[in-house]
Every structure is written in structure tokens, then in C-alpha cells.
């Protein structure tokens, strides 16, 4: 596969607007290992291996375990998540194939259980952040592989200048 764009030579506007949507998610009191959790699932879903390269390689950098990574996608038959991530892993995948009947309110209410308003409406942007960066990705054919974990830290940094 070739890549038809380099989102990181796009105009910079759109680096930047995406990397402030991660700084400020890196700040909003959601642990780190959650939000990358979320954000694997969401690119399991959408087909994003930029993303699930990305994510994977974050996740076991920040000591996530082989079998929890491998059991992502079958998450309600295995017994290794908490409710919280369950509950986030819910939400997750209701708000990004929210055109499949809308967010149940059962799964609201889950959600509910285990996030406070702030955390929930804070998790949603992270969902609605990982379906953009999915987007971009796949449309611009993004080739996975290469990334390292210290990337994410470094772009987000300088964003911030």
C-alpha cells in the first residue's frame, strides 16, 4: 500500500486542531491506558492499522498485558476487564456505530455507573478524536508500522508551541 498523504505535511491547522483535541484529553483526569483502550477498539472497529499499530504499541509500552490486547475484540466474553472499561468499551462502540440505532440507553446507563458527567462527556470527545484520526488515516492510506511510542508525546508537545 502507498500512502496518498502525509497527514503530517497536511496544512498545519489540521495537526495542530487534532493534537490540541490530545492535549487536552491528556489533561482531562481520564487515565492514559483507558483512553488508548478505547481508542484500540474504535480502530478494530473502523479497520484503522495506523491507529491499532499506534495503540497496541502504547498500550504494551505502558505495560498492558499480550492476552488483554488479543482478547479486544471479543471484550464481553473475557473475564480480564473491569466494569469501568467494559462500560467505556460500551460507550465506545455505540457512539462510533452510532448510525446502528443511536447510543441504547442501557449502554448510557452503564456508561453512567462508572463516569461521572465531566469523565463521560471527556470520553466521548476521546471517541469522536479516534474516529477523526481514523478517518484522516484511512483516507490518506497512512502505513502502519513505524510507529514509536514517544511519538505521541513528542507531537503533542509541540503543538502546544
Same mark, same amino acid.
Given at each position: 500500500?502507498?500512502?496518498?498523504? @502525509?497527514?503530517?505535511?497536511? +496544512? +498545519?491547522?489540521?495537526l495542530?486542531?487534532?493534537l490540541?483535541?490530545?492535549t487536552? #484529553? &491528556?489533561? &482531562? ?7 488508548? !483502550?478505547?481508542?484500540?477498539?474504535? &480502530?478494530?472497529?473502523?479497520g484503522?492499522a495506523?491507529?491499532? $499499530?499506534?495503540? &497496541?504499541? @502504547?498500550?504494551?509500552?505502558? =505495560?498492558?498485558?499480550?492476552?488483554? !490486547?488479543?482478547? #479486544? @475484540?471479543a471484550w464481553r466474553?473475557? +473475564?480480564s476487564?473491569?466494569d ?15 448510525? @446502528? ?12 455507573s462508572? *463516569?461521572s $458527567? =465531566?469523565d ?11 474516529n477523526?484520526w481514523?478517518?484522516?488515516n484511512i483516507? *490518506?492510506?497512512?502505513?502502519? =508500522?513505524s510507529?514509536q +511510542? ?6 503533542t ?5
Open positions: 500500500m502507498q500512502a496518498r498523504l @502525509d497527514v503530517r505535511h497536511a +496544512p +498545519p491547522g489540521i495542530k486542531a487534532m490540541g483535541l490530545e487536552y #484529553l &491528556s489533561g &482531562s483526569g481520564l487515565p492514559r491506558e483507558l483512553l488508548d !483502550l478505547v481508542y484500540l477498539r474504535v &480502530s478494530q472497529i473502523n484503522c495506523y491507529c491499532l $499499530d499506534m495503540h &497496541s504499541k @502504547d498500550l504494551r509500552a505502558a =505495560g498492558e498485558t499480550e492476552q488483554r !490486547l488479543y482478547l #479486544l @475484540d466474553e473475557a +473475564p476487564y473491569s469501568r472499561e467494559r462500560a467505556a468499551l460500551a460507550w465506545a462502540e455505540a457512539v462510533t456505530l452510532v448510525t @446502528d440505532g443511536h447510543v441504547p440507553d442501557e449502554v448510557y446507563e452503564q456508561a453512567k462508572q *463516569f $458527567d =465531566g463521560l462527556a471527556n470520553l466521548t470527545l476521546a471517541i469522536a478524536a479516534i477523526s481514523n478517518r484522516l483516507s *490518506f492510506r497512512t502505513v502502519a =508500522g510507529y +511510542p514517544a511519538t505521541t508525546a513528542t507531537l508537545a509541540n503543538a502546544r508551541k
